[in-house]
């Protein structure tokens, strides 16, 4: 490995909603994280890992959006994203394209002011806007904090992301290789399909419950002799009217679900699926402790 191979932990942060996932998937080259155009979707850290033999080795950590939380779920997820801050070699903060900087960025200042890490602005979605416009934005940005560095991009475009890589690479310490080459994430493939299930379940249901979802793999054991996976799944929701919008009339909707996530977890495993799926019901699991840790979100590992 030559010396001038660099690495390091970089950490994506922005507000709920903002292409967070979109961006590491794009940049990782394949899925990972599950991606939804509703507020919460990543819960935990995931680690994704992405390999240039020439230049370094870049580890992601994808964090839950920082917002003010409203439970304990949603305190978990606060503490996970603030406390990355102080643990990575870079800082790449994901902002939509505006002139206006609210009280979620405001936040997101405040707590970017207590640590001395190198921070990439990030300004995502710029193929939604006028290019004139773009010059603007980086003004207005560029007078409330002292960035490494601001690149306007396009994460669902796959726009300027040579850029930000580059950018990444330039703030990176030199350093060892932490893993091979192959490895695209150190997320088990139990709970990237645990994910991918909610994913779905996210796309297809009304705003109200996806919030209140969690899934856990109570099965996932390949058929002896044969190139098939059997996958049992739980969905995990707060209200017994909850449950009847999951399974849907008829078991249309948990149908609907399971098609979709086997159809992605197929492709992520490369061999046939047997998914089945069922919806219970535990009454306020976001606010239990021990629910929270039970569905793998662990306080002990923030």
């Not at 990355?84 to 009280?103: C, H, K, Q, R």
């Not at 049992?232 to 249309?252: P, Y």
Request: charged content about 30%; some cysteine; glycine content about 6%.
């Amino acid at each position: 490995m030559s010396e001038s191979f660099k690495s390091g932990f970089v950490t994506i942060i922005g507000r709920p909603n903002v292409g967070k996932s979109t961006l590491m998937n794009h940049l990782i080259g394949q899925k990972i994280a599950i991606t939804s155009n509703k507020p919460q979707t990543t819960r935990n850290r995931i680690q994704t890992v992405y390999t240039d033999m020439e230049r370094g080795q870049i580890v992601f950590l994808d964090t839950p959006g920082i917002h003010q939380a409203k439970n304990k779920l949603g305190e978990y997820m606060v503490n996970v994203a603030e406390h990355t801050l102080e643990e990575v070699d870079v800082i790449l903060w994901l902002v939509e394209p505006s002139n206006f900087i609210g009280a979620g960025e405001q936040h997101i200042i405040k707590q970017l002011k207590k640590v001395k890490t190198p921070v990439i602005l990030v300004i995502n979605k710029v193929d939604t806007v006028n290019r004139d416009k773009i010059l603007e934005f980086i003004d207005t940005y560029r007078k409330v904090y002292d960035f490494a560095e601001i690149v306007p991009a396009s994460a669902l475009r796959g726009q300027n992301l040579d850029t930000v890589l580059d950018m990444i690479f330039k703030y990176l310490p030199y350093g060892p290789q932490f893993y091979d080459e192959d490895t695209v994430t150190d997320q088990p493939e139990r709970a990237i399909v645990a994910e991918i299930i909610r994913e779905k379940a996210l796309h297809a249901l009304d705003d109200e419950i996806p919030h209140g979802i969690a899934v856990s793999i109570d099965r996932m054991k390949e058929r002896r002799g044969q190139d098939l996976i059997d996958i049992d799944a739980t969905i995990v929701c707060e209200r017994d009217s909850h449950k009847g919008i999951v399974i849907g009339k008829g078991g249309a909707m948990l149908k609907k679900i399971g098609s979709n996530a086997r159809y992605e977890i197929e492709r992520l495993l490369d061999r046939k699926v047997n998914l089945k799926l069922w919806v219970k019901v535990k009454k306020d699991w976001r606010d239990s402790d021990s629910m929270i840790k039970n569905f793998g979100y662990n306080k002990d590992e923030i």
